[in-house]
């Protein structure tokens, strides 16, 4: 099993910054192809933020390219989203997520709220 732990968030004024973070606990030596972050936003769908592979190549939701970041320590089984230049419609609940080599098993945090409101 993976257990996945959160930390970061917070509120935020419109044109500021954050920074989630994530770690991985491992039950065995998995490898984890996918890490990434999915947020839900009230009254919406959980939705795509980012991922990224095991080689570092990330993929972005089009509505925040350019502003956010993901990087990951594939030694450490973490990974970090950098939020930049935060809008309003950037609040939401933002999960960590990584899915297993191979087995395709798919783990999600807790989740963690980001307000930006001026």
């Known amino acids: 099993q993976v257990q996945l732990v959160e930390s970061g968030g917070g509120s935020v004024q419109p044109g500021g910054s954050l920074r989630l973070s994530c770690a991985a606990s491992?039950?065995?030596?998995?490898?984890?192809?996918?890490m990434g972050w999915y947020r839900q936003a009230p009254g919406k769908e959980r939705e795509l933020v980012g991922v990224?592979?095991?080689?570092?190549?990330?993929e972005y939701a089009e509505s925040v390219k350019g502003r956010f970041s993901i990087s990951r320590e594939n030694a450490k089984n973490t990974v970090a989203l950098q939020l930049n230049n935060l809008k309003e419609e950037d609040t939401a609940v933002y999960f960590c997520?990584?899915?297993?080599?191979?087995?395709?098993?798919?783990?999600w945090g807790q989740g963690t709220q980001v307000t930006v409101s001026s």
């Open positions: 990224t592979l095991t080689g570092g190549r990330a």
């Open positions: 491992l039950s065995r030596r998995f490898i984890l192809d996918l």
């Open positions: 997520y990584v899915r297993v080599s191979g087995w395709g098993a798919e783990f």
